[in-house]
C-alpha cells in the first residue's frame, strides 16, 4: 500500500526536508513522484487489460448466441423446422421473446414469417450490442496502451534523470 507522507513545500527546501520523496510504501521504503506516477500507469493498465478481457468474454458469449439464433432462424426461413418445441424454448428463454410474439407451431408460412420477425429484432439487438461491445474493447486497449506507454516513458525518463545526476556528481 502506498501512503502520502510530509513534504516541504517550499521549492529550495533545506537538505533534512524531504522535497523529492512524496510518498513511500507500507514497509517505508521511499518512492519518487515519478515512481509513483509510473506504477499507477502501469496499475491503471492493468486494470484496463482486465477490463478488456472481461468484455471480450462477454463478447464470445454474445457471439455464441447470435451464432445459434442465426442457425435457428435459417431453418425458419427455409421452412426447414423440425425442433419447433426446441426453437420455441430458445426464443422465449434465452432470447427473451414473449410467448404471445410467437406462433404456438410453425405450419403455415405465416407462423413461421412470425418467428423469423420476432428472432429478426432480438438479432438485431445483439449484433448492434456486439458493435458497441467491439467499440469500447478498441477503446479499453487504446487507454491500456497509452497507460503502459506512459508508465514506461517515466521509467525511462527515471532512469536517464539518475544518470544524469550520476555524472554531475
Same mark, same amino acid.
Given at each position: 500500500?502506498?501512503?502520502?507522507?510530509?513534504?516541504?513545500?517550499?521549492?529550495?527546501?533545506?537538505?533534512?526536508?524531504?522535497?523529492?520523496?512524496?510518498?513511500k510504501l507500507d514497509g517505508g521504503d521511499s518512492l519518487t513522484l515519478g515512481q509513483?506516477?509510473?506504477?499507477?500507469?502501469?496499475?491503471?493498465?492493468?486494470?484496463?487489460?482486465?477490463?478488456?478481457? /472481461? /468484455?471480450?468474454?462477454?463478447?464470445?458469449?454474445?457471439?455464441?448466441?447470435?451464432?445459434?439464433?442465426?442457425?435457428?432462424?435459417?431453418?425458419?426461413?427455409?421452412?426447414?423446422?423440425?425442433?419447433?418445441?426446441?426453437?420455441?424454448?430458445?426464443?422465449?428463454?434465452?432470447?427473451?421473446?414473449?410467448?404471445?410474439e410467437l406462433p404456438a407451431n410453425v405450419t403455415t408460412y405465416a407462423d413461421r414469417?412470425?418467428?423469423?420477425?420476432?428472432?429478426?429484432?432480438?438479432?438485431?439487438?445483439?449484433? /448492434?450490442?456486439?458493435?458497441?461491445?467491439?467499440?469500447?474493447?478498441?477503446?479499453?486497449?487504446?487507454? /491500456?496502451?497509452?497507460?503502459?506507454?506512459?508508465?514506461?516513458?517515466?521509467?525511462?525518463?527515471?532512469?536517464?534523470?539518475?544518470?544524469?545526476?550520476?555524472?554531475?556528481?
Amino acid at each position: 500500500m502506498i501512503e502520502s507522507v510530509q513534504i516541504a513545500t517550499n521549492r529550495y527546501a533545506p537538505d533534512s526536508a524531504q522535497a523529492i520523496n512524496m510518498y513511500k510504501l507500507d514497509g517505508g521504503d521511499s518512492l519518487t513522484l515519478g515512481q509513483l506516477m509510473a506504477a499507477v500507469c502501469i496499475k491503471a493498465g492493468a486494470s484496463m487489460e482486465a477490463q478488456t478481457v /472481461r /468484455r471480450m468474454n462477454t463478447m464470445n458469449g454474445n457471439t455464441d448466441l447470435i451464432e445459434t439464433a442465426s442457425g435457428y432462424l435459417s431453418q425458419l426461413a427455409n421452412g426447414n423446422v423440425s425442433n419447433w418445441p426446441e426453437i420455441s424454448s430458445f426464443m422465449t428463454g434465452t432470447l427473451g421473446i414473449t410467448a404471445a410474439e410467437l406462433p404456438a407451431n410453425v405450419t403455415t408460412y405465416a407462423d413461421r414469417m412470425k418467428a423469423v420477425n420476432a428472432m429478426k429484432v432480438k438479432l438485431e439487438a445483439l449484433t /448492434r450490442q456486439a458493435q458497441e461491445d467491439m467499440i469500447e474493447v478498441q477503446s479499453l486497449i487504446n487507454k /491500456r496502451d497509452v497507460a503502459f506507454t506512459t508508465g514506461t516513458n517515466l521509467v525511462k525518463e527515471i532512469g536517464a534523470s539518475s544518470n544524469n545526476i550520476a555524472q554531475v556528481l
